[in-house]
């Protein structure tokens, strides 16, 4: 599967933002998309997985409340809604997919498929 990711850039503190990920096919049915983060100097963390065949949604603690990941079945898209973003959410935004599900939703090892990440910049 491929995946394309899409709607970064510059974003104030405060405002919303929406990213988008389009993969080319459902490989990832019985699995689950997911988004991940990585920030200058620091290592890719998770940000927000969604099972697709349960539709169920998680979330890292420090983007819970403020972020919604949500799908598009038809188009086989996954968006990630953030709200009120913050300057330390700036970072490069990874879409990724992953077509076995299993409880470490968080682990970016278990995802055999990346999108060429978008960068978002939060400015205070």
């Known amino acids: 599967v491929q995946l394309q990711a899409s709607g970064g850039g510059l974003v104030q503190a405060g405002g919303s933002l929406r990213l988008s990920c389009a993969a080319s096919d459902r490989t990832f049915s019985r699995g689950a998309m997911g988004w991940f983060r990585q920030a200058p100097g620091k290592e890719r963390e998770f940000v927000a997985a969604l099972r697709w065949d349960a539709n169920m949604k998680y979330y890292a603690d420090s983007v819970k409340g403020r972020s919604t990941i949500f799908r598009d079945n038809a188009k086989n898209t996954v968006y990630l809604q953030m709200n009120s973003p913050k300057p330390e959410d700036t970072a490069v935004y990874y879409c990724?997919?992953?077509?076995?599900?299993?409880?470490?939703?968080?682990?970016?090892?278990?995802?055999?498929?990346w999108g060429q990440g978008t960068l978002v910049t939060v400015s205070s």
């Open positions: 990724a997919a992953r077509t076995v599900w299993a409880i470490d939703y968080w682990n970016s090892k278990q995802y055999g498929y």
